[in-house]
């Protein structure tokens, strides 16, 4: 004869479950909140949509961006830089408080969003170009063995001396590259704010098989 089960013991097992999803769900939440605030605070992962930073960046690769890399620094020349081009590259875009917050949390979308490389920093002087062709910091030429091949430094001339708080930056595929040489003329001169930078990326994460730190 089969035992009918009590409405007691039916309304324990349902309390056991539901306790169970209601633990998974918390779980899967604090998951997220968690995942969100690493990315805005601690690392994320940008992906490289242009040419602009070939080759030691392609269309389709991922890089690994370390927030924390400016916490108790400023960056420096060489540095492969991501940051909000508001107020720079897009010289006439503003961002709120909430749009900030939004991007921190990766709730709004990365259309604002460049990755580039520091040329120069607050107080430098930088010129195109010098002898042999080649960009000009401070009055001495540098080398730069990071440019796409084929590519002159730069094609434009140009002089600029970059105000404190701010840094000069470039793509290493030149002739590509809409970089702080087309905004001389814009409102901040397309130089980046120190408090626009979102991080420093570091490595390429993905494809697997292109993994390599970046320098």
Not at 142 to 154: F, K, L, R, T, V
Not at 172 to 177: I, V
């Amino acid at each position: 004869m089969n035992e009918v089960a009590s409405p007691e013991r039916a309304t324990s097992k349902r309390r056991t479950w539901f306790w169970v999803w209601r633990f998974a769900v918390f779980a899967v939440i604090c998951g997220l909140i968690a995942t969100l605030f690493i990315r805005a605070l601690v690392a994320d992962v940008y992906r490289i949509e242009s040419g602009s930073m070939q080759h030691t960046l392609n269309p389709g690769q991922s890089v690994l961006v370390d927030r924390r890399a400016y916490h108790d620094t400023d960056p420096q020349r060489g540095d492969i830089i991501v940051f909000d081009g508001r107020g720079s590259f897009l010289p006439y875009a503003r961002a709120s408080f909430a749009d900030d917050l939004l991007g921190a949390l990766h709730l709004s979308g990365t259309s604002n969003t460049y990755i580039k490389r520091v040329i120069a920093i607050g107080g430098d002087t930088v010129e195109c170009c010098g002898t042999g062709g080649k960009i000009l910091i401070n009055g001495q030429p540098i080398d730069e063995p990071y440019i796409y091949d084929g590519n002159a430094p730069s094609e434009q001339k140009f002089s600029a001396v970059v105000p404190e708080g701010r840094v000069w930056v470039m793509g290493d595929h030149r002739a590509r590259s809409e970089d702080s040489r087309a905004l001389l003329g814009a409102s901040g001169g397309g130089m980046i704010n120190l408090d626009r930078i979102g991080g420093k990326a570091t490595q390429i994460i993905w494809p697997l098989d292109q993994r390599s730190t970046l320098k």
